[in-house]
């Protein structure tokens, strides 16, 4: 009896164990199905991307589209050459608008002879700043023209998106250009489009005093603020 249970019990570990190996080798069709669905994923990400036609417009009027993996705006256009105001586009605008020739003298200043009155045409001081918040420089110029007398004179120019400059003459509110009484300048700043002048204002003892000033450019006319 005890030969038998033992002869019975090798046989029934027998088959469990070849049951056990054997089913082990037999691939799982889950298994199968779980491998199918990461290859398809993995083929999926290397796909490319298609984005939504979509377009930005940028500040020079050009557009760009969506592009890349994660369908970002590609960059505007460099504006950086536009935003800047050189000095010789500056000196260029008032040449035009005044029917003069500006030339740099021996100083380091723009100067230009004018027959017409016996005098001259002198460049004083050139602030450039933001003066009507399009994000690009612009300038404020004083300038001084001489004749049997002299007098002050204030030049806006426009840097504007299409890369090209204005200018135009302004007179500033409050602010006395000509006659022995007229104002001088000391320093001109531009702050969020605010042109902060600090005028030198002659009293009649022949002493000055320092006088604060602040416009702002409406169109083409300047206005305290």
Do not use: H
């Not at 779980?34 to 940028?58: D, F, H």
């Not at 029917?99 to 602030?127: C, R, W």
Request: with cysteine.
């Amino acid at each position: 009896m005890i030969v038998l249970l033992a002869v019975a019990a090798l046989a029934f570990g027998g088959t469990f164990a070849y049951e056990y190996f054997a089913k082990s080798q037999i691939p799982n069709p889950n298994d199968q199905q779980n491998s199918n669905i990461q290859n398809q994923n993995t083929n999926n990400n290397t796909q490319p991307t298609a984005c939504t036609m979509e377009a930005k417009i940028c500040p020079d009027g050009s557009s760009v589209g969506r592009s890349g993996p994660n369908c970002e705006f590609t960059d505007c256009p460099d504006q950086t050459a536009a935003k800047e105001l050189s000095d010789a586009l500056i000196i260029n605008a008032i040449n035009k608008l005044n029917g003069i020739q500006l030339e740099k003298n021996a100083q380091g200043k723009y100067e230009a002879s004018m027959p017409e009155i016996q005098g001259g045409y002198n460049i004083n001081l050139i602030t450039k700043g933001d003066l009507n918040g399009d994000g690009f420089q612009d300038a404020f110029v004083w300038s001084t023209v001489c004749g049997a007398s002299c007098g002050s004179v204030f030049t806006a120019v426009i840097n504007k998106k299409d890369s090209t400059v204005s200018a135009f003459n302004v007179v500033p509110e409050g602010f006395v250009m000509s006659s022995a009484a007229q104002y001088s300048v000391k320093i001109i700043n531009i702050d969020s489009g605010i042109i902060k002048i600090k005028a030198v204002v002659p009293q009649f003892d022949g002493t000055t005093v320092d006088q604060d000033l602040n416009y702002k450019l409406v169109g083409n006319n300047l206005v305290k603020n």
